[in-house]
């Protein structure tokens, strides 16, 4: 028969708590470890190779096609010339680099970008969700959606007060699609179809129409142009931005740093000044 053991008082109650003492401090352990590596793995993490090459080189790689006036166009010197092109050159004038521009064909400019060729794109890019995974984009710089345009001494002021006027659009533009929507939310709203955007600014001009809606290029240009008439509201949006690698988030941060500064300073405006005419 086996003998009974007497355990010695309190024994239980030890063994329980060392079991606990151990698993807390082996958790404790775990966390430290844990901690210690998230800090090396922070302080290591790998280098923005395509800012580290643009600060080795002293040069930005801009590429952009150079077929859409006035954004970018090649003159009868063979140069590179637009707004865009004054973009590029006060970002890398502000972020102490020379530019150097590669004239590339549209289908090709994201490859371009992929392939490291050129390490931005400066293009009258349109930041769209299509391009995830092949560039990521700055803050907006330029907005190409429709604007209302009316005469200078006009009174109105928005898509609201044009209850009871006629409004100039192109068949079949966006500015068509937008004014469907508000002819329908606005009572005795007339809208006049004309077949390209220069026809909806003289409708304006000559009195057919009381305003014009259409895309921001059209309308600065026109503006610009034409002392008659004045830029009214954005109605839509359509964003140009800067594109930049995926992976090189030190640079679109730089980009950004820059492309804000020039907005508020007004530097942005005098652009949009000089190549539309406002």
């Known amino acids: 028969m086996r003998p009974d053991i007497e355990l010695p008082s309190g024994t239980i109650g030890l063994s329980r708590s060392y079991r606990y003492i151990t698993t807390f401090v082996s958790i404790v352990a775990l966390i430290a470890v844990v901690v210690v590596i998230g800090a090396w793995l922070y302080t290591h ?17 801009v590429g952009m096609d150079a077929s859409y ?63 995830e995974g092949k560039a990521n984009f700055s803050l907006p710089y330029f907005n190409a959606g429709d604007y209302l345009v009316v005469p200078v001494d006009a009174s109105l002021e928005q898509m609201a007060d044009l209850t009871g006027h006629t409004l100039a659009v192109e068949y079949g533009s966006s500015g068509d699609v937008e004014a469907r929507q508000w002819e ?43 002392p008659e008439l004045a830029l009214g509201p954005n109605v839509t949006n359509v964003f140009f931005a800067v594109a930049v690698p995926e992976e090189s988030s030190l640079l ?19 652009l949009v000044e000089k190549w539309f005419g406002l």
């Open 45 to 61: 993490q790998p280098e923005d190779q395509v800012w580290q090459y643009i600060q080795t080189s002293g040069v930005l790689r």
């Open 69 to 131: 006036p006035p954004f970018e166009d090649v003159n009868a010197d063979g140069q590179i010339v637009g707004f865009d092109v004054d973009l590029a050159r006060e970002i890398g004038r502000r972020l102490g680099l020379e530019v150097s521009f590669a004239n590339i064909p549209y289908d090709g400019l994201y490859d371009a970008l992929l392939v490291r060729q050129v390490d931005v794109l400066i293009s009258a890019l349109v930041a769209a969700p299509e391009f």
């Open 184 to 226: 329908r939310r606005l009572s005795a709203l007339t809208i006049r179809r004309y077949s390209d955007p220069e026809s909806t600014l003289q409708a304006v001009i000559r009195g057919e129409a009381d305003a014009a809606l259409v895309d921001g290029i059209t309308a600065r240009l026109g503006v610009g142009r034409y």
């Open 252 to 270: 679109l941060e730089k980009v950004n740093e820059v492309i804000q500064a020039i907005a508020d300073d007004g530097t942005l405006s005098r």
